[in-house]
């Protein structure tokens, strides 16, 4: 898996927890203190912004359990 790749596959996992935890883009900007904009790249993979990435793990995030439902 290439970098690419591992950036699209994380933002989707992203997403789909985001969505478990019912938020939308634009909430979890707010609470991050970044764009809608910012967090909808990062959900595609066109951003690699990690400190978006740590507020999903923050909240509880878990890649293999996300995917895995």
Request: charged content about 15%; aromatic content about 14%.
């Amino acid at each position: 898996m290439n970098n690419r790749h591992l950036s699209i596959y994380i933002g989707s996992c992203c997403k789909k927890y985001r969505h478990m935890l019912g938020y939308t883009q634009q909430e979890t900007a707010f609470m991050i203190g970044t764009t809608r904009e910012n967090i909808a790249k990062f959900e595609s993979g066109q951003n690699r912004n990690y400190m978006i990435l740590l507020w999903y793990i923050f909240h509880g995030m878990n890649l293999n359990e996300v995917m895995s439902q």
